[in-house]
């Protein structure tokens, strides 16, 4: 009973700290200095139509990597994790239900398109919205509906390795070019800017973003892998 | 933001909170709580795209609400199918 009127109370006590916010809330009508500084240089200074991207992959380009980083870092401790209960071999476990002539066929159906759009997604990321991280995220969810469909298949490992070891070199490689050839380390400005809305525009970003995006795919990939080779544990 | 906008995003609100308590509270099938879950993130996303933040919008819905509800089916099928009684 007692926990049960702690609990009452906790809710009161946040509904009353949310009940303040909402009521002292006063939407500014003029943008703050830094976002006042990335509305008005984005355009001509990085090139790009998507001014979060341009805040992503360019001002706060060393957030982004940390980000990936911590990413990465999350899919080596899964599979670390994971790694002691792999299946030997195909079939030692216990024999699994088919799936359904639904999931079958809609998965033929629907996992070009999921990745067609996640490529487009993330080579689109300074023009629309979305980029990278959403672009990998759709990607990954192509492959888990291949792998809700037929758990026992097998996606290489070693493909998965090399697509994000590479994308992660390119990445940084990228961003060590910058400081040679523009003001730092991932400016964006070593390629044209060429004009704003162009696909081939904003410098390097599409090239950044799209290493991002294939990085983040094979990412989540590999935990859902390690995920589903895993034997009940 | 205009009336219409926030009745809409109370609205969604309303749904949101409902979708929570069924996720969490409901006697029903474990299936029927994941999907509640997802619904949460999926009005989650409507919302940020009324906050015009169309870019967190389709983080929340690839991830909040594709990925996580699938990998939870995913989890629940193997769970279901290591039952051994």
Request: glycine share 12%.
């Amino acid at each position: 009973m007692i926990r049960r009127l702690f609990v009452i109370l906790l809710l009161l006590g946040l509904g009353a700290i949310f009940a303040g916010l909402v009521g002292g809330y006063t939407p500014n009508d003029a943008l703050n200095l830094s976002a006042r500084y990335y509305a008005e240089h984005t355009a001509q200074d990085i090139g790009a139509a998507n001014i979060v991207t341009a805040i992503i992959v360019t001002f706060r380009g060393l957030d982004t990597l940390g980000e990936v980083t911590v990413l990465f870092l999350t899919a080596a401790i899964v599979g670390l994790v994971l790694s002691h209960g792999h299946r030997e071999g195909e079939g030692s476990g216990r024999e699994l239900p088919p799936a359904g002539e639904l999931l079958t066929t809609g998965t033929q159906l629907l996992v070009p398109l999921i990745l067609l759009l996640g490529v487009y997604v993330f080579v689109n990321g300074h023009l629309t919205p979305g980029g990278g991280f959403q672009g990998g995220a759709i990607l990954a969810s192509a492959i888990l509906l291949l792998l809700l469909t037929d758990p026992l298949r097998r996606i290489s490992h070693g493909l998965i390795a090399t697509i994000e070891s590479t994308a992660g070199l390119v990445f940084v490689g990228i961003g060590v070019l910058g400081i040679f050839f523009a003001g730092g380390f991932l400016d964006n400005r070593i390629l044209p800017i060429g004009s704003l809305g162009a696909l081939f525009s904003a410098g390097a970003i599409p090239i950044v973003y799209s290493f991002i995006g294939l990085k983040v795919g094979a990412e989540f990939s590999s935990m859902l892998a390690n995920l589903s080779e895993t034997e009940d544990l | 933001m205009s009336a219409l906008l926030i009745e809409m995003s109370l609205l969604l609100s309303v749904t949101m909170v409902a979708a929570a308590i069924l996720a969490t509270r409901g006697r029903q099938s474990l299936a029927i709580a994941i999907l509640a879950a997802g619904l949460v993130s999926l009005l989650a996303s409507v919302q940020y795209l009324l906050l015009a933040a169309p870019d967190v919008a389709m983080t929340e819905a690839a991830i909040g609400s594709g990925l996580t509800t699938f990998l939870f089916f995913f989890v629940l099928g193997r769970v279901r199918g290591g039952e051994r009684d």
